[in-house]
C-alpha cells in the first residue's frame, strides 16, 4: 500500500446542501465507517449543529457556515468522532448521561483510545500524531432528556433517548418534515454495540420504540442519508440478528 496523500486544513472538510435547510458537513478523508456525518439545519432565530466531527483542524475557521449565525451545538453522544470540535462553540448541549465525558473527554471514555488511528483515513490530516489525539474538555451549558425541545424559532427538534450505543445517546425530531437526526443509533451501516458502555438490550428496547416513528428523511451519524423503507428495514434486520443470537429484550416479547 502506498504512502497516503497529507492533507492541509483548508481541504479537509466538505459541505453538501441538502433538502430543507438542511447541509451535510463531513471529513472526505476519512474512511466511511470512521467519518461522522455532522448536520448545520438553518433556523430563523439560531442555526442547529448536531455533532463536530474529529476536531483535528478547527470547524469554526474552515466551515464559514457555522459562524455566520448564533447555534446550538448538540451532541448525539460522546464518542470522539463526534465531539471534536464542540469547544468551539459557546451554547453546548448533551444529555445528562454522557455530561460528565463530553466535560472530560479522556481517549478511554471517547473510544478513542480504540479507533483514532492512522487506520481511519484515507488521507492523513497534516499535523497528526495518534499518540498526542485527545479531545479538548466542552462542559454543556444545557443537558437534555426525552421529549426536551431544541428551539430554532420557527423549527423545533425534538429529542428522544436513544440508549444502546451508548446510555446518552440521542435523535431529534422535526415532526413537521418528518427530519430524524439519528446520531448512532440507526444508519444505513453495520451497527455498533459493543464499545465502551454499549448494552444490547438498550439498543433493541430503543430500537422498537423508534420502529414506527413516522420519518421521512433519515440523517445518520455515519454514511448516505435514506428514508421511511430503509429506516424500517435497517431497524427489522438488526432486531432479527439479536432474535437470532437470542437477545433478552426480545426474548421477553
Known sequence: MGTLPV???????EAIRMSDGV????????????????WHVRGRDRDLLFDTGLGHFSLRRHVPLVS????????????????????????????R?????LADPRNEWTVADRYANDEMFDGIPEGWETARYHILPAPAGRL?????????????????????????????????????????????????????????????ETLLRMRDLDVAVVHGGHFPSFGKVRYRQLIDEYLAQKRQAGCHMLQAR
Open 68 to 95: 455566520e449565525r448564533k447555534l446550538i451545538c448538540v451532541a448525539s453522544h460522546t464518542h470522539f468522532d463526534h465531539i471534536g470540535c464542540h469547544h468551539e462553540f459557546p451554547d453546548r448541549c448533551v444529555h
Open 144 to 204: 437534555l432528556g426525552e421529549g426536551d425541545v431544541v428551539d430554532l424559532g420557527d423549527r423545533a427538534f425534538e429529542v428522544i433517548h436513544t440508549p444502546g450505543h451508548s446510555p446518552g445517546g440521542i435523535a431529534l425530531y422535526e415532526r413537521e418534515t418528518g427530519i430524524l437526526l439519528s446520531g448512532d443509533i440507526i444508519y444505513d451501516g453495520p451497527l455498533i454495540d459493543d464499545v465502551y458502555h454499549s448494552a444490547v438490550d438498550d439498543y433493541v
Open 97 to 101: 448521561a454522557e455530561a460528565e465525558i
Open 7 to 13: 492533507i492541509d486544513a483548508p481541504n479537509w472538510y
Open 23 to 38: 447541509t451535510l458537513i463531513h471529513e472526505p478523508w476519512i474512511k466511511p465507517f470512521f467519518r461522522c456525518n455532522i
